[in-house]
């Protein structure tokens, strides 16, 4: 599939115990299914740890971070995929593509889509008094 810029990963990472592995795979098919059926999904992929089984990862590709935050509010991806997804790791995993290659080994570069204040606004952050504008 050729490169298309403005793509998101979302990485999620997992620590599932052998013991758990089967049960794990059956909902990670459920959860794959759900986020696959959802506008703007690209492709996902699940793989286990080569070294570690116990180590699982959840990769999916999107056509850009609003289909993603799009999709994890749909009905069916809060059902089906939700109760996965609230078992990884507590870490980041969202990123937005900014190199990539195709089979052929030609790079293609893409500019960041982030806001220039992206690390001084957003849910939780507040805005400083004097920048605050008074609506009514």
Known sequence: MPVVPNRALVVTRFAVPEQDAERFLARSREALEALAGRPGYVRGHLGRGLDDPAAWLLVTEWDGVGSYRRALSN???KVRASPLLAQA????????????????GEITTTRSDRAADADSTGPGCTVPAAE?????
Do not use: C, I, Q
């Open 132 to 136: 605050r504008r008074e609506t009514r």
């Open 75 to 77: 009905y069916d991806v």
């Open 89 to 104: 790791r507590d870490e980041p995993t969202g990123f937005e593509v900014l190199l990539a290659a195709d089979g052929g």
